[in-house]
């Protein structure tokens, strides 16, 4: 069903990749609240995953993009303000990548020249994307910035590794920037920390059936989807959160708020008993 909350809005949806992308999911969700948006990620990114085929369903154009590049990223602000016919009003970063994580370097064993690829991959991109449009003042007046995030920026997770540095450095950029950004331009720049979700990205993560089990049991309402997850970043987009800024909201069914749930403790005796 349709609120038409994005109606004579423009937007720019950095990170879809296939349909199980949360990117993917926000963008079908903007068409259908009436924005119109373009599309952006890697070259490489373009040749194996399906982007054409959201391009066209939500009649986007794509412009190919490495988003830790501040050449490409000019490009992509100045060619979306060309093509939608005005400036951007938001703006979506769902970008992430750890080489340490793929290739199962442990957190005191790591790969420094790819833990400098996710830290500007994952992180300093976010810097990189709001500086380029600040400078090129392409972002409407009460325009809003997400980027997704996730609560290994406050709590260790086991095989998160060197992710969990670059979420806490993603969402302290969203709060650094969004004072200065809403300070000057009335825009604003939130972060959310989505419950594990089994993209593309995530599912070739070791462990993530057994975490996405375990989350599920811990929370109240149990794990927030890819879909409730673009239904939020909407919401975030809209004019109703004109007064949202520089916070990091936990989306994740309550987990956040837990110590310890019924079906988790039931789960972890049974463990106990079959020792």
Known sequence: MSYNLLKGKRGIIF?????????????????????????????????FGELNELSAR????IIPADATNVGELENVFKRS????GGKIDFVLHSIGMSLNVRKSREYDDLDYNYYQKTIDISAMSFHKMIQVAKKLDAISEWGSI???????????LYRYNDMADAKAMLESIARSFGYIYGREKNVRINTISQSPTRTTAGSGVKGIDALIDFTE????????TAEECADFCIVLFSDLSRKITMQNIFHDGGFSGMGMSLKAMTQYKKCLEDE
């Not at 939500?58 to 154009?61: D, K, L, P």
């Not at 997400?146 to 260790?156: C, G, K």
Request: aromatic share 4%; with cysteine.
């Open 15 to 47: 990170g879809a990749l296939d349909s199980k992308s949360i990117a993917w999911k926000v963008a079908e969700k903007a068409h259908e609240e009436g924005a119109v948006f373009t599309l952006s990620n890697t070259p490489v990114a373009l040749r």
């Open 58 to 61: 939500c009649n986007s154009e």
């Open 81 to 84: 303000t060309e093509i939608l």
């Open 146 to 156: 997400v980027a997704l995030s996730y609560i290994a920026a406050q709590r260790t």
């Open 217 to 224: 049991r811990m929370s109240p309402l149990g794990n927030a």
